[in-house]
């Protein structure tokens, strides 16, 4: 009795995993599917390299790939610096007391929805931004990429703090033992020892960061031209997706944004396969 | 998660009071009825479609009306896709739309798109190829029209928008749009970009103008409702309802409400021109 019951629920659980695999395939096939008949009359180069003027008859992504590219990379570089400040601080310098409440606290702003970030962002941040550059609107991939750092930041920063707390407590012993201040056996020990695990969590932030939408509709002003410094306003794809949704169903814009959910699906797909190559490699070499 | 935040640019408008005040002749033909009649797209029309629906739901608590934005390719594509009820339209439907989802057309009202600035900006008056100039890019400071020493910034709506179609017709003779122009996504979208940045410009249904936004005279003549009215303000269009074939049932008394006395109202107080 107790062997069949088993085998319900191993086919059951086998039956869920192989359809949520089947559906992350079929949405790929889909979007290709319905891009393709873009992808016949422009070709591959038109849709990736040429500007975005659908009155023209051009329709291509490469604004909103470099944009999405701008913005999120920025991003990675505001929120790197304080996730590795926050983490430092709840791993090893702050007292137990102080650093659990830092961590609930990072946490929670993991869960707040990205349109409030935004929203924060439009009244406070933007008008900052023009008044203290004096040119543009303050909408642009500056304000956009710090909102998103901040977005990104609590999830680097537990990210790391797990990897800190994996290094085996005999390393950090080692350490004290030989009289290292907390910074030494920061620099020295813990960092070198975590190496992988805040690659991971600069990895799944980037992609965080590249998947969301909200903050950069909200923030980055969406013109489809290539903004030639960091104070212009900039597209990314996941915006483009979403102000070109409302396009009519046979019309190329609207095939076009199904490149676009390409380009973004084989992007995350790239992550993971990265984040899933080095986790691998460190399970080697440890 | 609640469906409610899913569509999170639905706007479901729904008031359920108990007591359902004395049926005026426009409301009378919804005393039978109930159900839920969904609509969307146009942002221009939102304030008379919310209005509306509020009344009739007051009158008769067994109607749920719910009420979405997305623009006006989003309504003729919902309703011809048979998504919703009513698919609003800030610009006639092309003919092949027509064709395609069988779409009936009610125009309800006449809408001027007026183009907009901040309140501090002391610009408040441009030539028509002033305005060109601008939206292409060519005239890009404040001081070249006697502002302040700053750049214009540009805002437009998406290639979908019913007020970009009819702007970018009428107000810019189908002239060049800047690349470097800031897009959002509605009328009231573009109304809080304009209201927070000083230096910027952009354009907006007459109908949504208010002390936010301060509107800019096109030629000497400034937009308002009777400019629209009288025709002397060029830069208009019609407003939309559409239905997948001939409408029934509610449907078609909510469409017929828009051009009774009450739905009148609803229209020239929300600014906008009843259609004769």
Known sequence: MKRYRELIAERAFLLSALTSSAITVAILAFMVFMGLPLLKQGGLYQLLFKPWAPFQGSFGIYPMIIGTGAISLLSLLFAFPLSLGCSFLIGSIAPQSVSKWFRRLIELMTGIPTVIYGFVGVFLLVPIVRELFGSGSGLCILTAALVLGIMITPTMTLFFCDSFDRIPKAYLDAADALGASPVQKLLYVILPAAKHGMINGVILSLGRAVGDTLIALMLAGNSVRVAESVLEPARTLTAHIALVIAADYESPEFRSIFACGVVLYLFTMAVTFLVRYLTFSKDQTV | ?276
């Open chain 2, 1 to 276: 998660m609640k469906k409610l935040s899913i569509i999170s640019l639905a706007l479901i408008v729904s008031v359920l009071l108990a007591c359902s005040p004395a049926f005026s002749d426009s409301l009378a033909p919804f005393k039978s009825e109930k159900g839920l009649l969904k609509i969307s797209g146009g942002t221009a029309h939102i304030p008379v479609m919310k209005e509306a629906a509020q009344q009739i739901m007051m009158a008769n608590p067994e109607i749920q009306i719910s009420i979405a934005g997305g623009g006006s390719g989003v309504g003729i594509k919902q309703v011809g896709e048979g998504l919703v009820d009513i698919g609003n339209s800030g610009r006639k439907a092309t003919d092949e739309e027509i064709g395609r989802h069988q779409l009936k057309l009610y125009q309800w009202a006449i809408d001027g798109v007026a183009p907009v600035v901040n309140p501090q900006n002391k610009v408040k008056e441009l030539s028509q190829s002033q305005l060109m100039d601008i939206f292409s890019g060519k005239l890009n400071n404040w001081k070249q029209l006697g502002g302040a020493d700053r750049n214009i910034n540009i805002y437009t709506r998406d290639e979908a928008s019913g007020t970009r179609a009819v702007f970018w017709k009428k107000g810019l003779k189908k002239g060049p749009i800047s690349s470097g122009a800031h897009v959002v996504v509605s009328n009231g979208a573009m109304k809080s970009a304009i209201a927070q940045d000083p230096y910027g410009i952009g354009y907006v249904s007459v109908g949504h103008i208010d002390e936010m936004v301060a509107p800019v005279a096109l030629d000497g003549v400034v937009p308002t409702i009777q400019t629209v009215q009288d025709g002397t303000y060029k830069v208009a269009r019609g407003l939309y309802s559409n239905t997948k074939g001939e409408p029934t049932g509610l449907t078609k008394k909510f469409i017929d409400f828009l051009y009774t006395d009450e739905g009148k109202k609803i229209i020239e107080k929300r600014g906008f021109i009843p259609a004769q």
